[in-house]
């Protein structure tokens, strides 16, 4: 494994996107392992030593960024990484060559074991893979360490008020008085623990975010897990369908190249086009209120190792619009 290393801060680059001027917090420049969201979630245990702990047990989908850098993870602590899946669609097994890796060839290259749990084990223990990782959990050593999926976890909240605290410093060099902050959300961790921070410091900065896994009452139940006190949760902002995670939308590919095009950033394909999406309108129907006046920022939160599997995922689907 090559040297990780992991920026001390991530810089702001400064966007224009469909004529509206953007911050955008560049996390996914953090580390190539923990990139964007991982690299603050995980700071806890990257910062930490854990001298009991042989073996890392975790959980969630196959083509979760989190499933690549906890791998990372593991090897760097010469742990091992024990990561329940449930179900590995036959695509994915047959594409682990060397140029496409993915999150889920990439973790299995940095020795990863990766479990897959049929639907009768886990009828056994409820219903669902939640269910079984909460019986498992009950069963675990003092020498492992178990993380939630997607690193749903109030140790998350150690290096996300990292984060806030860098875009605090930003918004104070660029005076910006009164930033929106957007990202989009998964379990809705990195989102809340932002807002909380900013609550705490009575900053007026507000943090927006969109429900891609789920919908928003899901993520408010998400948020209400971490912490109870509605006040201190992201304001959410509606999408204009119900998009199913993971699959693939026409729209998110267009959203994706404008992005690539006009800034000649590259984002992720899972989270990034729902999320600018979002805000684009957000800001557009607001227009009256000059709202990209006050500042936005947006943190691209990394995941582009998982661009490897959809972005070919993309052009057999679309092959005549993906193109261009
Ligand atoms: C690239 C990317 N964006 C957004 C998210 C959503 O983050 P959260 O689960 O903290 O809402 C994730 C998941 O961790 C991610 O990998």
Same mark, same amino acid.
């Given at each position: 494994?090559?040297?990780?290393?992991?920026?001390?801060?991530?810089?702001?680059?400064?966007?224009?996107?469909?004529?509206?001027?953007?911050?955008?917090?560049?996390?996914?420049?953090?580390?190539?392992?923990?990139?964007?969201?991982?690299?603050?979630?995980?700071?806890?245990?990257?910062?930490?030593?854990?001298?009991?702990?042989?073996?890392?047990?975790?959980?969630?989908?196959?083509?979760?960024?989190?499933?690549?850098?906890?791998?990372?993870?593991?090897?760097?602590?010469?742990?091992?990484?024990?990561?329940?899946?449930?179900?590995?669609?036959?695509?994915?097994?047959?594409?682990?060559?060397?140029?496409?890796?993915? +999150?889920? @060839? @990439?973790?299995?290259?940095?020795?990863?074991?990766?479990?897959?749990?049929?639907?009768?084990?886990?009828? +056994?223990?409820?219903?669902?893979?939640?269910?079984?990782?909460?019986?498992?959990?009950?069963?675990?050593?003092?020498?492992?360490?178990?993380?939630?999926?997607?690193?749903?976890?109030?140790?998350?909240?150690?290096?996300?008020?990292?984060?806030? &605290?860098?875009?605090?410093?930003?918004?104070? #060099?660029?005076?910006?008085?009164? $930033?929106?902050?957007?990202?989009?959300? @998964?379990? @809705?961790?990195? $989102?809340?623990?932002?807002?909380?921070?900013?609550? #705490?410091?009575?900053?007026?900065?507000?943090?927006?975010?969109?429900?891609?896994?789920?919908?928003?009452?899901?993520?408010?139940? #998400?948020?209400?897990?971490?912490?109870?006190?509605?006040?201190?949760?992201?304001?959410?902002?509606?999408?204009?369908?119900?998009?199913?995670?993971?699959?693939?939308?026409?729209?998110?590919?267009?959203?994706?190249?404008?992005?690539?095009?006009?800034?000649?950033?590259?984002?992720?394909?899972?989270?990034?086009?729902?999320?600018?999406?979002?805000?684009?309108?957000?800001?557009?129907?607001? $227009?009256?209120?000059?709202?990209?006046?006050?500042?936005?920022?947006?943190?691209?939160?990394?995941?582009?190792?998982?661009?490897?599997?959809?972005?070919?995922?993309? &052009?057999?689907?679309?092959?005549?619009?993906?193109?261009?």
């Amino acid at each position: 494994m090559p040297v990780v290393s992991i920026l001390q801060q991530s810089p702001v680059q400064t966007v224009d996107i469909s004529g509206f001027k953007i911050h955008v917090k560049r996390d996914d420049l953090l580390s190539d392992y923990f990139s964007g969201n991982k690299a603050r979630k995980f700071a806890y245990f990257l910062d930490n030593d854990f001298p009991r702990i042989k073996k890392i047990v975790s959980y969630g989908s196959v083509q979760a960024n989190s499933l690549y850098s906890l791998a990372a993870l593991a090897k760097l602590k010469n742990w091992q990484l024990d990561y329940y899946v449930n179900r590995i669609p036959s695509w994915l097994k047959t594409n682990t060559n060397d140029d496409i890796l993915g +999150n889920y @060839g @990439g973790a299995l290259t940095l020795g990863a074991n990766i479990i897959e749990v049929n639907d009768d084990e886990i009828a +056994n223990h409820g219903n669902n893979l939640d269910d079984f990782m909460l019986n498992k959990a009950g069963h675990l050593t003092h020498e492992d360490l178990f993380i939630p999926e997607g690193g749903r976890s109030t140790l998350a909240q150690y290096g996300i008020e990292q984060l806030a &605290q860098e875009i605090d410093e930003y918004c104070q #060099q660029a005076s910006i008085k009164q $930033a929106y902050i957007m990202l989009p959300s @998964g379990t @809705g961790t990195t $989102a809340l623990f932002l807002q909380t921070w900013f609550n #705490q410091q009575n900053s007026p900065h507000q943090v927006l975010t969109c429900a891609c896994v789920g919908d928003g009452n899901y993520l408010q139940k #998400q948020f209400a897990e971490l912490n109870n006190n509605s006040k201190h949760w992201p304001t959410i902002l509606a999408t204009r369908k119900k998009y199913h995670f993971g699959k693939l939308y026409p729209e998110f590919y267009q959203m994706w190249k404008q992005l690539k095009d006009e800034t000649t950033i590259e984002f992720d394909l899972l989270y990034d086009p729902l999320g600018w999406q979002v805000l684009l309108h957000f800001i557009k129907s607001h $227009a009256e209120s000059h709202i990209v006046d006050r500042g936005i920022i947006y943190i691209h939160q990394g995941g582009l190792v998982g661009n490897q599997t959809m972005l070919p995922r993309y &052009q057999r689907k679309y092959s005549n619009t993906t193109h261009r």
